[in-house]
């Protein structure tokens, strides 16, 4: 018999009820994420974009300080420190209550970031796989940890990417860190699929079409489709162009399962949680 999955995930000390979604804002501390739109880099960006996010309703803030996009450049680890950590202390410097994610696969920044620097969660988007301290670092410091699927790494993973079957592909995957970290007393895991990481658009439609399936697994399940080639591609649109499309995709997740939407745009996704609630909750009052 499976267990329920955990309505809360205690986030340093703050409980985050996923009884509703949530909604997790992007702030990327980078000069090149694909769209221009998330970039920020002085202290007063920073700032004001974490400002704006919180005043919309994000529940968690995730910082990051290096670019995953397809084909991005590698940079060090020194770099990535510089970016992140520095942010991150500035948001929770002046939003003690806020709820922040460290972006990144590396054990050395998310210990950093979480002990010194105010980060609640981690998101690691190579699922453990990038740096194999990763998952000792995540026993040792309690924190919620984002387990991400990706196929090879950024440099590579849109190289013609194949699966058997994705979904049942990905659950595996998934069932063999997941085993470890309970193994190892890891209590709050969340689970996400990694959509446009090592996938085709074809594959990433039919992991959103699919996405209920993940329910097996018994975790909370991130959705990150905000403005991607997924999108935009298949409206022949650009990124700046894609809020629209990821709304109504964002819309599909819910329905299917998502229990936190990763997004640039955070007024809109609280509005689209918001709207599915609605119809959710009118059963109970027929």
């Excluded at 920073?46 to 995730?62: C, P, Q, V």
């Excluded at 950093?112 to 026993?139: L, Q, Y």
């Excluded at 022949?236 to 997740?253: K, M, V």
Aim: hydrophobic share 45%.
């Amino acid at each position: 018999m499976f267990p329920e999955k955990p309505q809360y995930i205690n986030a340093g000390g703050k409980l985050l009820d996923l009884a509703i979604p949530r909604v997790m804002g992007i702030l990327n501390i980078t000069p090149d994420s694909f769209y221009s739109g998330s970039r920020y880099s002085t202290d007063e960006e920073i700032l004001s974009a974490a400002t704006r996010m919180l005043e919309d309703g994000a529940d968690i803030l995730d910082v990051g300080g290096y670019s995953s996009r397809p084909g991005a450049a590698d940079i060090s680890i020194q770099e990535e420190g510089a970016r992140v950590l520095k942010a991150i202390k500035l948001i929770s410097r002046e939003f003690p209550e806020a709820i922040i994610s460290v972006d990144t696969f590396r054990a050395d920044i998310a210990r950093e970031a979480v002990v010194e620097c105010g980060a609640n969660m981690i998101n690691d988007i190579s699922g453990g796989d990038a740096d194999s301290e990763m998952f000792f670092t995540i026993e040792n410091l309690n924190v919620p940890y984002i387990l991400m699927h990706m196929k090879g790494n950024p440099r590579s993973m849109q190289n013609k990417p194949v699966y058997e079957d994705i979904v049942a592909d990905i659950l595996k995957w998934f069932g063999e860190r997941i085993f470890r970290l309970n193994s190892s007393g890891v209590k709050d895991i969340i689970i996400d699929p990694g959509f446009g990481f090592g996938k085709t658009i074809d594959h990433n439609f039919e992991l959103l079409r699919r996405l209920g399936d993940f329910s097996i697994a018994r975790l909370p399940v991130v959705v990150g489709i905000s403005r991607k080639s997924m999108i935009w591609k298949t409206l022949d649109i650009s990124a700046d162009e894609a809020l629209n499309g990821t709304t109504a995709l964002n819309a599909i997740a819910l329905f299917n399962g998502a229990d936190i939407l990763r997004v640039h745009d955070v007024k809109e996704a609280v509005q689209t949680v918001q709207l599915i609630l609605r119809i959710r909750n009118s059963g109970n009052k027929l």
